[in-house]
């Protein structure tokens, strides 16, 4: 990760197994722009294959997650013309549903923690966490029809995670809400009061991730990928090999070796 280090927008610090990023424009409650589009998608391509790495914490500066796109710099990249019959705002508009693929597929565990704001774009960076733990004030919305657009790139992955009833309401309302409600509709997983109670949980969540194998995660999140998008035919192959695979690779012989020694497994990260 050494040369990531410098970024401008993001914090990164990495602690054993797990790499903590921390949005970091808490001036602007961390709003999006396309720097920090560019460094969270090159921090996760940079991890893609680094099986050292099991665990990413995605976090806020200055007391707030994040509140979705910078709206001053939107406002900026509004006016611009097509160029040879192509729009740059569909480019990056684009390059943002990537993003938010780059996320959702990353082979670690995936956990955001919330407090403050978490709007639009912020909000669906949580839904592509595979673990979601908030603070109890934590403000949720998605304001996009209120300033005369729509939730695009990130309503896949809102359906996914609150279902199309929810998605309806939030969205078509631009409601707020917090995370004792965040909780009750499925979007995260745990609650706390305070920074500490977050603290608290988010260690919880890593001792668990800390016993599972780097190679175990990937494959998991994989398979569930899979799962939701292919046939019952190709699914029931896809499966099948990527079970001979892990169970033939590093992690799977060293999985069976630990449960016959009666023995924690060794994984080739360790922290």
């Known amino acids: 990760m050494s040369r990531l280090s410098s970024t401008e927008t993001l914090l990164l610090r990495e602690d054993g197994f797990v790499l903590h990023i921390t949005l970091n424009r808490p001036e602007i409650r961390n709003a999006i722009n396309s720097v920090m589009w560019d460094e969270l998608e090159a921090t996760f391509n940079s991890i893609a294959n680094n099986r050292e790495i099991r665990a990413v914490v995605l976090r806020g500066a200055g007391g ?3 509140s979705g796109g910078d709206t001053k710099e939107r406002g900026a990249q509004g006016g611009e013309a097509k160029t040879d019959g192509i729009d740059p705002l569909i480019a990056r508009s684009e390059r943002a549903s990537c993003l938010f693929a780059t996320i959702d597929k990353a082979p670690q565990i995936v956990i955001a923690v919330v407090e403050g704001f978490a709007l639009g774009g912020g909000l669906g960076m949580v839904c592509c966490s595979d673990v979601a733990i908030a603070a109890t004030d934590a403000k949720f919305s998605l304001p996009e029809a209120t300033v005369g657009v729509s939730p695009a790139q990130i309503a ?26 965040a909780q009750r509709i499925g979007l995260v997983h745990f609650v706390g009061t305070d920074s500490a109670a977050l603290d608290i949980l988010l260690k919880e969540q890593l001792g668990l991730v800390r016993r599972c194998s780097p190679e175990g995660i990937a494959s998991t999140k994989r398979v569930i990928d899979a799962a939701a998008k292919l046939s019952r035919d190709d699914f029931t192959r896809f499966a099948a090999q990527e079970f001979v695979d892990t169970l033939r690779g590093p992690d799977g012989v060293e999985g069976a070796s630990a449960a016959r020694e009666k023995r924690a497994p060794r994984w080739a990260s360790q922290d």
Do not use: M, W
């Open 64 to 66: 707030h997650f994040c």
């Open 156 to 181: 896949p992955y809102l359906q996914r995670r609150i279902g199309n009833s929810e998605l309806r309401r939030l969205a078509l309302t631009a409601a707020r809400f917090d995370g004792v409600e």
